[in-house]
């Protein structure tokens, strides 16, 4: 249950990424509100049980294949769309998430690490900095930027002659990158940056562009990292709660407002090229 309501019966809008839990929950609010919405996923089996959940609530949803990384997808998921709910007026680029090929397994490098490679070369079961795989780092980088830019290349050539909003996602990672992550850090940084970038380059055509930047949500990709099988915070997830001042995790519901403020041009109609951190104040404290 959204906590207001904003009129979106006039809009179409696509959600990528739409079967995750922070994306589906978006994609909820936005139907409960009156949209059209197409749950689009790589996975369409996950994309369909959001839909279907949404057609259950009295919702108007529908669920379409598409891969964020790859154009002809991106449009065969546009063409289906249009043809289902006519033209769309809003896009939310969800898609991302992190691998493991882009990260390392300690979070500083040690003169000791430094010997132990000049000695063996590696280190057994520690990736450092160096053993970064490369091709792993494109993949992060891709799916997070290039998974933002090509659905924006392919559903904002419309809305570039009626008017339209785009909401992207980053994350908390852009403003303060954290350790053992540089790709996923380094790519929602990217996010930011391009979020402005557009949000200058479509404004003569009416089109605004902003991002929510959510802080730490348990989502299926970072569960196992943040929680013990016991349902005890890992010592991770310990120091990530230490440094958030209302000293839990966020949940889906935390976004809704945010998201309906963007979302509705009568509410933020002069809001352009923001990102608006939701992160429980973790932004704002030093440590100290």
């Known amino acids: 249950m959204v906590p207001f309501k904003v009129d979106l019966t006039k809009e179409v ?5 739409g079967g995750g839990v922070l994306c589906s929950g978006f994609a ?18 996950a994309a369909q049980a959001v839909a279907d959940s949404i057609n259950a609530a009295g919702g108007c949803a529908a669920a379409f294949e598409m891969n964020v990384l790859v154009k002809a997808s991106i449009e065969a998921a546009k063409a289906a769309i249009v043809e289902k709910f006519g033209p769309v007026t809003m896009l939310l680029n969800g898609a991302g998430g992190n ?25 057994e079961g520690v990736k450092t900095f160096f053993d970064l795989d490369p091709d792993g780092i494109s993949f992060v ?5 290039l998974g933002t830019l090509l659905p924006t290349q392919v559903f904002a050539r419309d809305m570039a002659k009626t008017g339209g909003t ?3 996602v980053s994350s908390m990672n852009a403003f303060r990158p954290l350790t053992r992550i540089p790709a996923y850090s380094g790519a929602k940084a990217a996010v930011s940056n391009f979020t402005q970038w557009l949000a200058v380059h479509f404004a003569p055509v009416g089109i605004r562009v902003n991002a929510i930047a959510p802080g730490f949500f348990l989502t299926n990709q970072n ?9 005890t915070p890992t010592a991770r997830a310990q120091k990530i709660l230490a440094h958030t001042p209302m000293n839990r995790f966020g949940v889906p519901a935390d976004l809704t407002g945010t998201l ?13 090229g923001v990102v608006v951190p939701v992160d429980g104040g973790f932004a704002a404290y030093s440590g100290v």
């Open 223 to 231: 569960y196992d990292l943040l929680m013990n099988k016991d349902g």
């Open 141 to 145: 980088f891709n799916l997070n930027f």
């Open 99 to 123: 691998n493991a090929r882009g990260n390392t397994t300690k979070d500083n490098l040690t003169p000791e690490d430094i010997e132990a490679l000049d000695r063996d070369g590696t280190i």
């Open 28 to 45: 909820r609010d936005l139907a409960e509100c009156g949209a059209k919405v197409a749950i689009c996923d790589l996975r369409l089996d």
């Open 166 to 168: 785009i909401i992207n």
């Open 13 to 17: 809008v696509v959600v990528t990424g």
């Open 260 to 272: 309906l403020w963007l979302a509705d041009k009568n509410a933020s109609g002069f809001v352009n």
